[in-house]
């Protein structure tokens, strides 16, 4: 598993205006999004009565999401599954196909999960000001008007963190995930990486896809709080 342009097992389409790297990053980004497909094809095509494998993978997977959209949000905030299932799902199936020899993470580009973390952002300010008007940038106010100066600084900076954050979290761990093993493929036969390698599968892949999905129905619920309750 490698970022680097020459191990990689796609070629480098020549995409106006991309770099090699870019240009991978974008199939990388096509093949997640194609795999994700045809997953959800046979599913479909095999839906049975007695589920089999895939059909149980995909409905725990649904539940998982539909219980903390529930959660956090509330019934009316299954509403927002399609976003919060695609990101969720994006992210693992890109984390994922980082562990195979010579493909590469998507994730593992900041251009990438910049581009998921503007799209939340841009959504649920939609969301608020879409149900709320123009009093939803009341919260940028504060609850004491004389500091409304001051909290109008604090809370604009606050609020661009946030997709910069969600950003950089994903980025850092998947890039440095991929790094350490390949360092330790440079250092060790195949014990310790192989090991590291489990870790990442079990642990940090889908903890990072959790932890970019639930803090987009936090953001969510931040937006839409007066209109829907738990």
Known sequence: MSSDVEFSVLPALNLPGLTSHQALVVE?????????????????????????TLQNIFEMVVTFIEGYITEIVGKKGLRYFPLVATIFTFILVANYIG????FMSPTASINTTAGMAIVVFVFYQYLGVSQKGIK?????????????????????????????????????NIYGGEMIIKILFGLFAIGVPVIWMAWDSLITIPIQAFIFSLLTMVYVAGAVAADEGH
């Open 99 to 102: 562990l195979i020899p010579g």
């Open 136 to 172: 939803y940038f009341k919260h940028f106010l504060g609850p004491i008007p004389v500091m409304a100066p001051l909290m109008i600084v604090m809370e604009t900076i606050s609020e661009l963190a946030r997709p910069v954050a969600l950003s950089v979290r994903l980025f850092a």
């Open 28 to 52: 990388y980004t096509w093949l997640s999004m194609a795999i994700i497909v045809v997953l959800l094809a046979i599913a479909i095509i095999s839906l049975k009565t007695v589920p089999g």
